[in-house]
């Protein structure tokens, strides 16, 4: 757990003001200076290669490290489809969630599957896990919309390409108050566990039915709304709690919590470099900023007292107050972004990855993410790099050979990376889960 605020934040009000000028610079030149976004960007040279179409809304992306180059794409609508090593995606998906999972709408939804993560010795054991919306069950409030499950799956012992639908096991539920911001993201850290992101739980600004007074759900140490969850899926059933867990002691908190104070971490990702492991995270702001933290064990990332670095208002969500607190209500400090930018940029930050692969050395070593959309109304997401530079982080878009100012006319979804370290991006041109236009890139090195 970090005693101190991160000193290293930069917020981007205006990326074609801000985004790749020293951090010195921006510090003299204020808001006033009016600066242009150089033409030519470090990230030349970079191009989406169309890996796989004909998906709804495909949302989390992951490759078994067992040889066969394939790909898992999780789509909205309720299938885990299969990109086999040729790059042909398969007609048959290898697990179909829809009848279990509740309806969603097809104009807009934040519910339905969400994500999935394989186990580290999956090529072994062909265990994986992923996280959906279903109806609410007997034990969540009647006022709430829905469940959200973590379950686990066994591949077929006879069909490499096919779940056993009789090994399903329901590992852990969560009840939602709206339809939005149920997080979603899951994955393996080094240590063996599995993490798994929790958004508040929906509606606006942290209230409402199913939400904290006054605090909200992301102060609460007593719910599982917005937080980071980490637990252990090869102990006792349905899990274990790790023992160096922040709360595990704590009678008044959730065991399962390993950082809080989120909104909505839709996608999160693990850099490992060396013996060395960064967890990256992106959380969804409010009505002001996005913002991307570097979490550790403990962290309070503020929401709701803060949006990003901004104090924040839940009475007056567009105005950031001149002061709020420091730290939270058990005294811990509340950590602070590593990067930062408004609306003016984008609504929705989708987390990346670091690369880390061979075939684009101009992003090596460089977190590669994007936004949602510049709005709902038109499909004009983008993509961008951040780079560390003595512990401060910058941003750029990412130039692509056919958009040099990284936007794209598609909504960004998410993100993926396969055994290689390659990344890829998966976009759709409908704001909500419906027709076939969802499509799978990977990023390479233009011709």
Not at 118 to 145: C, E, I, Q
Not at 274 to 289: H, K, S, T, Y
Not at 339 to 358: A, K, P, Q
Not at 413 to 423: C, R, T
Request: proline share 6%.
């Amino acid at each position: 757990m970090r005693s101190a605020q991160s000193a290293s934040t930069i917020r981007v009000t205006n990326l074609t003001l801000l985004a790749v000028i020293p951090v010195g610079a921006i510090i003299a030149l204020g808001i006033g200076g009016c600066p242009t976004l150089p033409t030519d960007s470090s990230n030349a040279g970079v191009s989406m290669k169309l890996i796989a179409s004909g998906f709804t809304s495909p949302v989390a992306l992951v490759a078994p490290d067992d040889g066969t180059s394939r790909l898992f794409v999780a789509d909205l609508i309720g299938l885990l489809r299969v990109i086999d090593g040729k790059g042909d995606l398969l007609p048959d998906p290898l697990l179909d969630v829809r009848d279990e999972m509740i309806d969603i709408s097809p104009n807009y939804d934040e519910r339905g599957l969400l994500g999935i993560a394989l186990h580290p010795d999956f090529a072994d054991n062909g265990r994986f896990f992923v996280y959906m919306s279903v109806p609410k069950g007997p034990d969540t409030p009647s006022d709430f919309d829905s469940d959200t499950v973590l379950l686990e799956y066994t591949i077929d012992e006879n069909e490499a390409d096919i779940a056993d639908p009789t090994s399903r096991r329901e590992i852990l539920r969560i009840g939602q108050p709206q339809f939005n911001h149920n997080g979603g993201q899951l994955a393996f850290g080094a240590d063996g566990y599995l993490y798994l992101g929790v958004g508040d739980g929906g509606n606006a600004n942290d209230e409402g039915v199913g939400h904290t007074p006054d605090i909200g759900n992301g102060q609460d140490k007593t719910t599982l709304r917005g937080k980071l969850l980490r637990i252990d899926v090869d102990g006792k059933e349905p899990y274990d709690i790790p023992a160096d867990n922040p709360f595990v002691d704590d009678p008044n908190a959730r065991g399962e919590i390993f950082a809080l104070g989120l909104r909505n971490p839709w996608r999160f990702s693990f850099d490992r470099n060396g013996a060395n492991e960064r967890l990256f995270v992106a959380d969804v702001g409010q009505n002001q900023f996005e913002e991307l933290d570097i979490v550790e064990n403990g962290d309070n990332l503020g929401w709701p007292i803060r949006e990003a670095s901004a104090c924040f208002s839940m009475a007056a969500p567009d105005n950031s107050p001149a002061s709020c607190a420091e730290k939270d209500a058990d005294g811990a400090t509340l950590v602070g972004p590593v990067l930062e930018y408004g609306h003016d940029t984008g609504i929705s930050i989708t987390g990346g990855f670091v690369y880390r692969g061979i075939g684009v050395p101009s992003l090596a070593k460089k977190y590669v993410f994007g936004d949602f959309s510049g709005s709902f109304s038109t499909p004009s997401g983008r993509l961008f790099t951040a780079t560390e530079t003595s512990g401060v982080w910058t941003m750029e878009p990412l130039a692509l050979t056919t958009a040099p100012d990284g936007k794209l006319e598609r909504f960004v979804l998410s993100f993926g990376v396969d055994a290689d370290g390659e990344i890829y991006v998966l976009t759709t041109a409908n704001v909500g889960p419906n027709g076939e236009t969802g499509q799978v890139h990977q990023l390479v090195t233009a011709e």
